[in-house]
């Protein structure tokens, strides 16, 4: 039990996403904020450590498994995962979550003004996140992907325009700690994605489409913090010759 509570939290959903589930549960940030042990994040909440590990040995037994055990992909593949799966999803919902957004300020802003910052914050989000994709797939992918056939052919690297790949990812971390703070004021906001009393359904669907793609980018981001941005990092100093 003392090894669950000195583990990072990023390090126990690398492990096994199942687990990601009871610390969205409890509201602790796994994925901007995944290198706190799970001691640290429970001070942190007041949450007694051992009620929280119980949760997590109940999930990895109980829960089904997704079958998608990311900690264990080659990373050519994960970069390929997190553009197909999630690059493309946040493509493709953002212009349909801006409508529904945009339609709720017309009709229910003046009764909710929350509604107004809630849009701005959510247009904000889709315009950073749109150059943050492009900074992956133009830079840092397309060099991950270049280590791992080194590694393949036993060849070595030469050092990038950024020097080390440690810069981009930095860049990209800050990046997502913004994004991450920018949807826990939208959730706060609507109140956990939870409509008013008064809301119509297209108030629904807004609520439920925000927060799946807060999940979506939840899972975005800790695929690329917890297991593939330490991955890159120590496969450049085996490649780099």
């Known amino acids: 039990m003392n090894d669950i509570k000195e583990k990072t ?13 009871v610390f969205e549960s409890l509201g602790i ?24 590990i119980t949760k997590l040995l109940e ?10 055990a990311f900690n ?5 593949a994960l970069v390929d995962y997190i553009e197909n799966k999630h690059h493309r999803y946040i493509e493709r919902q953002t212009p349909v979550i ?11 802003g003046t009764r909710h003004p929350d509604l107004y910052t809630i849009t701005e914050a959510f247009h904000n989000s889709a315009g950073e996140l749109a150059k943050h994709m492009k900074k992956e797939e133009l830079i840092l992918f397309p060099f991950i992907r270049q ?3 080194a590694k393949e052919t036993g060849q070595t690297v030469r050092a990038s325009h950024f020097f080390t790949v440690n810069n981009p990812i930095k860049v990209l971390m800050q990046e997502h700690d913004e994004e991450g703070e920018r949807f826990a004021k939208i959730a706060e906001l609507c ?16 609520y439920t489409l925000l927060k799946e793609f807060q999940d979506n980018l939840h899972l975005h981001i800790h695929l690329e913090n917890n297991i593939l941005f330490p991955k890159a990092i120590e496969l450049e100093k085996l490649v780099s010759g």
């Open 147 to 149: 280590m791992v056939k």
């Open 191 to 206: 109140n956990h994605y939870t409509p008013p009393e008064d809301a119509c359904n297209t108030y629904h669907v807004t």
């Open 98 to 108: 801006k409508n529904y957004v945009d339609k709720l300020c017309k009709v229910h």
């Open 59 to 68: 999930a990895t037994h109980t829960a089904p498994d997704s079958g998608l």
């Open 72 to 76: 264990s992909w080659e990373l050519d």
């Open 9 to 21: 939290i990023g390090e126990i959903v690398a492990e096994d996403y199942r687990t990601a589930s």
């Open 29 to 52: 940030d796994f994925c901007c904020k995944g290198n706190r042990t799970v001691q640290e994040a429970c001070d942190q909440k007041s949450i007694p450590v051992e009620e929280v």
